[in-house]
Each structure stands twice: as C-alpha cells, then as structure tokens.
Nanobody, 123 residues
Framework: QVQLVESGGGLVQAGDSLRLSCAAS????????MGWFRQAPGKEREFVTA????????YYATSVKGRFIASRDNAKNTVYLQMNSLKPEDTAVYYC????????????????WGQGTQVTVSS
C-alpha cells in the first residue's frame, strides 16, 4: 500500500513561484512513475506532469511546459513540483499520484492518489 501526502500549496500572486512536495510511504516508491494532476472548480482533473521512476524521463502538459519542473528524491521517497511564473489559470487543487501505467498522462493508469493541496494564484 502506498500513501501520498502533498504539501506546499498556498495563495500567491501571478508571476510568483511555489514548490509542491509529495511524500510517499512504501518501499516500492523508487519503482513508481509519479504524476501530478490538478483540478480546478467545475473542471475535470487534468494532467500536469509525470516523472519516471529513475527521474530520467519527464512529461509535461503543454500549458505548463517551460514553467513547471518535476523532480524526485528516491532516498527521501519524495517527488517535487517546482512551479514558476504562476498564472491565475494555474489555480487548482494539485494531486500527486503513483504507479503510472503505460500512459503517464492518463489518470486512470495511476493506482494511488494523495488528498491534494490547494494552489491559488491571484492576478
């Protein structure tokens, strides 16, 4: 069983940066693809980024490419999402997910989810 706990969300202004963290329990963390998704009010959950188990491959949604950076520290069982140049449209609850399958951007391929952390970007 894998448990995921996100942290680092908050209220920031447009142009600011935030770093989200996702701490995982479970010995198999280092073998999982890890993903970040987000869900804004009234919208479906959408893919943000994913990082392969060794960190050598990363995938980004077009909307965040060049602004967000995913990384992981397998020794600490933690994955990070550095968010730069934040925009009001980045406002959402951000979820960490583990154990992606064949498609890193497909939510249904992830077996474990955190509770989410709120990110609010004011204009």
């Amino acid at each position: 069983q894998v448990q995921l706990v996100e942290s680092g969300g908050g209220l920031v202004q447009a142009g600011d940066s935030l770093r989200l963290s996702c701490a995982a329990s479970g010995r198999a963390f280092s073998t999982y693809t890890m993903g970040w998704f987000r869900q804004a009010p009234g919208k479906e959950r959408e893919f943000v980024t994913a990082i392969s188990w060794i960190g050598s491959n990363t995938y980004y949604a077009t909307s965040v490419k060049g602004r967000f950076i995913a990384s992981r520290d397998n020794a600490k069982n933690t994955v990070y999402l550095q968010m730069n140049s934040l925009k009001p449209e980045d406002t959402a609850v951000y979820y960490c997910a583990a154990a992606g399958g064949l498609s890193p951007s497909r939510a249904a391929d992830y077996a474990h989810w955190g509770q989410g952390t709120q990110v609010t970007v004011s204009s």
